[in-house]
């Protein structure tokens, strides 16, 4: 049987990416195997490629690895058997002149579509505008319109078939551009709800970077560790309380704070315990440039990005590091590779990090409402998006000194109060929607 050569990477996007399956009801069986194999195929070659950009930008080896939607498949129906939860893997790519959308579910093997009225320039525009809204609480409703439009272009297309398939969970992998988003802050305006009102969430690099199994974190150890004051950097005030949200007696018995907290204290600590969380309350920011540009700053000394691998987080591996006080250049090619990449270049399995810098007391309300979530959840993701919910409903409070969580209220510093009222809440996205799940969602 004569075989045509086998198409190039631009040729496989001209090909199947104009193709529309997204139709309510549309069954694996009812899509032609041609088409799912050639969507597949791209899909691989954007694995391949996204993996290469994550070596380049680290400087460290990843075996060219051959990705197969059904092995995406299997693996997400073997957790599936395992948590109970349905995640689906959706990658986005911009072109100069539409935003394709691909998507594998555990029963959805390869489906495809192109939403051209997203070109580059415009996608771009509409993420600058979301982004300015969602970071900045005294917008109040500004971020509304944009975050509709990227819900229409990016999950409205696809609503169908996550649906009809039940997932529970979506696993974001994006290209240039699209590598560190708040997409749990994406709105439906025909449903009147965010994303994260109707499916946990988590970024990935790509899927064949991805550690994936599932550990139970129920009873697991964690390695807290943190700074309220720097000599060059803004203090953060709520550090102590925020430390003091993580259920310490339960998971570990103290926490490391601010002349303690040095690399080699955590080092030595971690070989000790082998913690499977490791929470670190700093500053850490993705910068523009190569990987020593950003930085976890510990009390006597920054950690470059590219020093991330000396912190022995890979052997064995944590199965979460938390870095509660982050910021990232918004926009910055390098800087998304960063903190999309962080959990690829720290060697643990998943990451939990801000995209910007939100006030101490959203920091403390939502950890503690994090820590509380692992203990019943099924998935971190579920976690994450149980303690989002709870700042979205208002279910995180200030009242009577404290601020008020479902895992117990935290007393708070007279110089946190100083900057706070009472009865104060934290719905606006400002609050809940810098906080990304990075890597493995299980």
Known sequence: MFKPPKPTFRTFWALCLSTLLLIAGTSRAQIPTTVISTVADAINQMEQQWAQDYSDYFGIPIVDLDTQVETVAETLRELEETTGRKAAVLWLMSTPKYLNLALTTPDTLAISSDIFTADAQSLERTLRAFQRGVSNPRRSNAYRQPAAQLYDWIIAPIAD??????????LICGGKGL????????????????????????????????????????????????????????????????????PLPRWQSRAFLNTEFTPDRLRQEQADCHCEIVHLATHAEFRPGTPDNSYIQFFDQPLGLDQVRQLGWGDPPVELVVLSACETASGDEDAELGFAGLAVQSGAKAALASLWLISDLGTVGIMGEFYHGLQTAPTKADALRQAQLAMLRGDVAIAN???????????????????TQEGQTFTHPYYWAAYTLIGNAW
Not at 161 to 170: G, K, M, P, T
């Open 161 to 170: 078939v996550l649906q009809r398939d039940h997932i529970d969970i979506l």
């Open 179 to 246: 590598r560190a988003i708040p997409f749990g802050a994406f709105y439906d305006a025909a449903h009147d709800q965010f994303l994260i009102e109707q499916f946990s969430l988590a970024q990935i690099p790509a899927f064949n970077l991805l550690q994936t199994g599932h550990h139970p974190l129920k009873n697991a150890q964690v390695l807290a560790m943190g700074a309220s004051e720097f000599t060059t950097l803004p203090d953060l005030p709520g550090v102590e309380a925020e430390l003091q949200s993580i």
């Open 401 to 419: 000194d404290q601020i008020q969580t479902r895992g117990g209220n935290i007393d708070l510093t007279s110089e946190i109060l100083d900057f």
